[in-house]
């Protein structure tokens, strides 16, 4: 079983929609979840982090943890033609390198 | 203010050439990193250094070199370029390992 897993999609919707992004992983012991946004061309962008089970919100986005199901999840809400990029989770335990997922590409359609 | 830099943006070069790579970071971190991104998108860690000392050398041809100056830079030596080297290279920095970290642009290499 692969530490952390994410669908790679690709992932369409049209402008407006709520979008739900998820992994799963398989390690107690991470504790430290993130979320990262990388456009094509470009270098993945932190957007959200959190160290612990819960919500955290930030305008649009909303990152959930839920520790207990090992299962993290980024939610954009009212989502823009700009949100269509590829979506990393990353996971870290003490001191060793972070463990990110594949990515999934989102396309949000105008 | 940009806060992990790579230079340069675009590298096309020969098999068999040698190449470098360099970033710099603006944060103040102590732990900076080289990752590997194919075509299929997926991030790959190269190497980890920890003020300037090499932590992480994951399974990575010896013909990669990296070589950290001092705590905020840490450059990308690579020797006999081959066609499987072509991809995006990305440097990254964090306060410290498992903790989150911020990436530079990328160098994207094409060996032809």
């Known amino acids: 079983q692969k530490e952390v897993e994410q669908d790679p999609g690709p992932l369409s919707v049209p402008e407006g929609a709520i979008v739900s992004l998820n992994c799963t992983y398989s390690?107690?012991?991470?504790?430290?979840f993130m979320w990262y946004r990388q456009y094509s061309r470009k270098g993945p962008e932190l957007l959200m982090y959190?160290?612990?089970?819960g919500n955290k919100e930030d305008g649009r986005f909303t990152a959930q943890v839920d520790k207990s199901s090992k299962y993290i999840s980024l939610f954009i809400r009212d989502s823009q033609p700009s949100d269509s990029a590829t979506y990393l989770c990353?996971?870290?335990?003490?001191?060793?390198?972070?463990?990110f997922g594949k990515g999934t590409r989102l396309s949000v359609i105008a | 203010d940009t806060a992990v830099s790579q230079t340069p943006k675009y590298l096309v070069t020969q098999m068999g050439n040698d190449k470098s790579i360099k970033c710099e970071q603006n944060?103040?971190?102590?732990?900076m990193y080289w990752y590997k991104q194919d075509s299929k998108k997926f991030l790959k860690i190269m190497f980890s250094?920890?003020?300037?000392?090499?932590?992480i050398n994951e399974t990575v041809p010896n013909r990669f070199s990296p070589k950290s100056p001092d705590k905020a830079h840490l450059n990308l030596h690579i020797n006999s370029l081959e066609l499987g080297d072509s991809a995006v290279y990305f440097c990254?920095?964090?306060?410290?390992?498992?903790?989150?970290?911020?990436f530079g642009p990328g160098t994207r290499l094409t060996v032809t």
């Open positions: 990254a920095s964090s306060q410290a390992q498992g903790r989150e970290q911020y």
């Open positions: 390690n107690s012991a991470f504790q430290y």
């Open positions: 959190t160290y612990s089970s």
């Open positions: 990353a996971l870290g335990r003490g001191n060793t390198p972070l463990v």
């Open positions: 944060l103040g971190h102590d732990t």
């Open positions: 250094y920890n003020n300037k000392e090499l932590i």
